[in-house]
């Protein structure tokens, strides 16, 4: 059953910010390689222009050396100030269209897109979540005939509450889903899980129709075996639930990109996971 799990990175395409979970964020004509090397199967990618010869070439370069693309992560458009749930509607139009373009790449090259930090906060103090909520359900309205037409699952990732203040936890996430009926799945972070839910395990439990990705990280967002959660004990859930995707070092690059990546690999093998 382990076979269906994969094993991947993160890899950015833009530099991002030191303290962002990019694993790989340099030359991309040495780090693709070098992915496959250490042994991964492929890579979640931060895209900050899906139309830019870099992108382009980084689509080349994966194909070529047999990665897959797990999520394509639009965590820069958030930095750009632009939110689905946005209360300024001409920010959300700007967001929706610029999300098309990435729905669409990600149709291309077989990946599935994150509604991550794009969705944006509300208003504290001005306004509900709910209001928020309810404006970022209709841009994810306006998104789904580009997603069904691409083939593109669109998966919300609970984020901790240090970084966002709507759909923190799993539970959180999985609620809006089932009470909006809206066509979505759900990409979970043990390190965001680790901060908001109860039980990292009992919410792959609860969630587990709706999980689609797992970025797989431990306490201090390193690889697995180098902070102090029990991650061969979630492997274990996920295993027995039968889940079949990514299981992706959406990491620091710390010490550096290299070495947590091989730690990575070194618990992945520890669990038979090849
Ligand atoms: C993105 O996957 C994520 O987990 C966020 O924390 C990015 O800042
Ligand atoms: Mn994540």
Known sequence: MERNIKKSVSLSLFRGKPESPILFRDDIEHTIPLVKDIGYDGVDLFVEDEQSDKTLRAVQLLQQHDLGIGVVM????????????DSNPAVREETVRRMKG?????????????LGLVRG??????????????????????????????GVPLLIEPINRYEINTLC???????????????????LDT??????????????????????????????RLAPSM??????GIFAVLVALGYQGYLCLEA????DGLTCAKKGI????SVGLR
């Open 252 to 255: 620091l690059d710390r010490p």
């Open 102 to 114: 990435i729905i669409r790449f990600a149709g291309d090259i077989g990946g599935m897109v994150s």
């Open 169 to 187: 936890s799993s539970m959180e996430a999985a609620r809006f889903i089932w009470e909006t009926k809206l066509p979505l799945g759900l990409m």
């Open 191 to 220: 390190f965001h899980m680790n901060i908001e839910d109860e039980s990292i395990c009992a919410s792959f439990i609860s969630c587990k129709d709706l999980v689609k990705h797992v970025h797989f990280v431990d306490s201090n």
């Open 121 to 150: 906060s509300y208003l504290v103090g001005k306004e509900s979540a709910e209001t928020m909520l309810a404006r970022f359900a209709a841009s994810v309205e306006q998104l789904l005939p580009t997603a069904e037409a691409a």
């Open 266 to 269: 070194e618990f992945f093998t």
């Open 74 to 85: 639009p965590a820069a458009l958030a930095g750009m100030g632009l939110f689905l749930g």
């Open 227 to 232: 902070g102090h959660l029990d991650m061969k």
